[in-house]
């Protein structure tokens, strides 16, 4: 068990131009999620999957924001046309499909929008 | 939208005291977990307390849940520098789609001065 691994730790981008992480979930977890954590605030929640189907979706993804899970393992997000108001630590997280939700968190990726 | 909402905001103790911590959410729970954040990093999870639980020990972690009063609170008993961190309540909130998505609120910052 390697743990959730998030990649890149930190990016820098100009404003309008795209983005992508990654999320390496623990194996054996169906379950992925995608939080966007800004400073002095808890995680809020974007998006989530069950294997490579995305169930839920929040409000706060807009349609700049893409996440993908092709083969139910490793997850992408998508952020096109970057904007200022993105910058924030985008969190991935993990979990059994069975039982109580008890998500394990990457350390995420760090977006900074100049 | 946040579910659960952590009192104080902010924390600062001395070594070797007792810290307290509050969350109080709005809708119904199966269960509410907690999660200890160092600053920059990801989140890991600390302890989690099922709905028909009201006191729940991990080590020098107490926490207790009242859902008539859809209240928690984490003890941190003779606390330590290095429990310096933001501590955030996350409970189960059913989505859209009907998934269940742990939702955390914006957390309790703790010092502990050495």
């Known amino acids: 068990d390697t743990g959730v691994s998030q990649n890149p730790r930190h990016k820098i981008t100009k404003r309008g131009q795209n983005v992508t992480f990654r999320c390496d979930p623990i194996?054996?977890?169906?379950?992925l999620y995608w939080y966007r954590q800004t400073l002095g605030q808890g995680p809020e929640f974007l998006t989530y999957f069950q294997n490579e189907a995305q169930l839920e979706k929040s409000r706060l993804l807009s349609d700049r924001f893409s996440a993908e899970r092709p083969k139910g393992s490793f997850s992408t997000l998508e952020i096109q046309r970057t904007e200022q108001g993105d910058s924030a630590m985008y969190l991935c997280a993990s979990s059994r499909g069975q039982g109580v939700l008890k998500p394990f968190f990457g350390q995420g990726t760090r977006l900074t929008v100049v | 939208s946040q579910q659960g909402e952590e009192d104080p905001q902010a924390l600062s103790i001395q070594e070797g005291e007792n810290a307290t911590m509050n969350c109080s959410y709005k809708?119904?729970?199966?269960?509410l977990q907690w999660y200890r954040q160092n600053s920059g990093r990801g989140l890991v999870h600390l302890i989690l307390i099922r709905s028909n639980e009201r006191e729940k020990h991990s080590g020098r972690l107490r926490v207790t849940l009242d859902t008539s009063k859809k209240s928690s609170s984490l003890l941190i008993t003779a606390s330590r520098a290095a429990d310096t961190a933001s501590y955030f309540c996350a409970t189960d909130e059913s989505a859209s789609g009907g998934s269940y998505i742990p939702t955390f609120g914006r957390g309790t910052s703790l010092i502990v001065h050495p």
């Open positions: 194996s054996e977890h169906n379950r």
């Open positions: 809708t119904s729970i199966n269960n």
